[in-house]
């Protein structure tokens, strides 16, 4: 399967179930223990963290920026999203430098992943983007800094969230070596 | 000239990322302007719309016993109305029959079929932004507008704002944008609003003199004064009233009509005689 062509599909896979599923979590009663406040996690960041390495930046400047839109036509939130996006999609090629061994040259035709990363680099690596992601959101958000705690506690819980999803996706979609 | 190009080929990634971050920002403006939404990148639009619809489609099977149940007690709060206007005991109140004999002639009544309701389907819903979105499968095609009431079986959901053909998007109450025009129960006018970061079951109203005397349990309706809202549509009842020290004032919260974590069917009220009092109003705004 052509690279292209298994982005695109992950790009459809990704939005729908952010929208279809993660979108619906705080219509259930059972989401708000004890006053917790409501929150959303938000995985389709993993897209633009899952594109080859080669991608030239000006491209991912424009995949985040489509992204992030459709996300916000579902939402009606015009703008956020892909704010927060476009952000981490310029970001992505600094964070990978400085946590790959080798230059990103060598790694040609392939994604970020666990397998030519690691876990823990690439962990580290979706943790700070999606943390940034979710941080420049929910402050376009609110737009304001009288409840702080609010905020904070918002972000770390949607974070945390995210990070979740993300491990259940990597384990899900990351082909396992064939056992001798 | 050279130079310039040159400059453009080595900073084009921060030019790009720079260009795309004020789109983003000119929209985010654009869409905190409350009267104009931004209709093409709204989940009214074709696409969104459409998978909202297969999507409630299937998932509205599950809560078909809570909507029966809604909408039982809503048939009885109907009946109990009607029974209000049509039984009228003419053996006891003799000046009423009079009055109905007397006033034959129905000319002297000036009726006002005022209200149209719709009805829609609720195909998206959210409650956890900081401005909340409704979508429904209702649009243009069938008589919806802007800024037209919503309503649930049970009280106010919102104000229209996007319209495409086949859908709409709501503005639901639980917003932060623009409060209601709300009343207690002896007249005392306020406004109803949602905070940033409160749960979806509950509102608020500041700014209650303390010398009106509010207690648990009472309604908030809609007033006339909004352009928006039929008036006397049930907002929501009061839960907890504090007192505020720093200017003697009563904050009353509110626990909300309409259950918003489960809307299933609301109705949208066409008010016939509104653009006429807008047009007015706006003309009073412009002398000025």
Redo the contacts between chains.
């Keep these: 399967m052509s690279d292209y062509l298994k982005n695109f599909l992950r790009f459809c896979l990704i939005i729908a179930i952010q929208v279809l599923i993660l979108n619906k979590i705080p219509l259930r009663w059972w989401s708000q223990p004890l006053g917790f406040p409501l929150f959303i996690p938000m995985i389709y960041p993993l897209f633009i963290l899952l594109l080859p390495f080669c991608t030239p930046v000006w491209l991912l400047l424009i995949l985040g920026f489509i992204a992030g839109i459709t996300v916000d036509s579902f939402m009606n939130t015009v703008g956020m999203h892909a704010m927060a996006t476009v952000l981490i999609a310029y970001l992505r090629t600094n964070v990978l430098n400085a946590l790959l061994q080798k230059n990103q040259e060598e790694y040609a035709g392939q994604s970020p992943g666990v397998k030519n990363m690691g876990w823990f680099p690439f962990l580290t690596y979706s943790f700070f983007l999606i943390l940034l992601h979710h941080t420049v959101y929910f402050t376009i958000e609110l737009w304001s800094l009288t409840n702080i705690g609010y905020l904070l506690l918002k972000i770390l819980a949607s974070t945390v969230t995210t990070m979740l999803f993300v491990i259940t996706y990597l384990l899900l979609f990351t082909k396992q070596s064939a056992r001798p | 000239m050279h130079n310039f190009i040159l400059f453009i080929r080595r900073f084009?990634?921060l030019i790009?990322?720079l260009g795309?971050?004020i789109?983003?920002?000119?929209?985010?403006a654009?869409?905190q302007n409350l009267m104009q939404g931004?209709d093409?990148?709204?989940?009214a639009?074709m696409v969104?719309g459409y998978?909202?619809d297969r999507?409630s489609a299937v998932v509205d099977y599950f809560g078909l016993r809570r909507m029966n149940d809604s909408l039982l007690s809503e048939n009885v709060q109907l009946r109990e109305l009607l029974a209000r206007f049509s039984s009228i005991d003419t053996v006891q109140v003799e000046n009423v029959t009079r009055a109905y004999m007397d006033g034959a002639d129905s000319s002297s009544v000036v009726r006002y079929a005022q209200y149209t309701y719709h009805k829609a389907r609720v195909i998206?819903?959210?409650?956890?932004?900081?401005?909340n979105?409704i979508t429904i499968n209702r649009g243009s095609d069938h008589g919806i507008r802007k800024n037209m009431a919503v309503v649930s079986g049970s009280g106010v959901v919102g104000r229209v704002t996007n319209v495409s053909p086949r859908f709409a998007?709501v503005l639901s109450v639980l917003n932060t944008k623009q409060p209601i025009s709300a009343r207690l129960r002896d007249g005392t006018f306020s406004f109803a609003f949602w905070e940033?970061?409160a749960?979806?079951d509950e509102l608020f109203m500041s700014d209650i003199p303390q010398e009106i005397r509010v207690s648990i349990g009472d309604s908030v309706f809609t007033t006339s004064y909004s352009t928006i809202f039929p008036r006397d549509l049930l907002i929501g009842i009061v839960e907890r009233i504090e007192i505020r020290q720093k200017d003697n004032t009563q904050y009353l919260r509110l626990s909300p009509a309409t259950n918003f974590?489960?809307l299933q069917y609301v109705y949208i009220i066409q008010d016939d005689l509104i653009p006429e009092r807008r047009a007015l109003e706006d003309s009073v705004k412009k002398k000025k």
């Design positions: 084009f990634d790009l990322f795309l971050q789109i983003c920002i000119v929209l985010i654009r869409t931004n093409v990148l709204s989940s639009n969104t998978m909202y999507q998206s819903n959210s409650v956890s932004a900081a401005d979105y998007t940033k970061g749960r979806p974590r489960n």
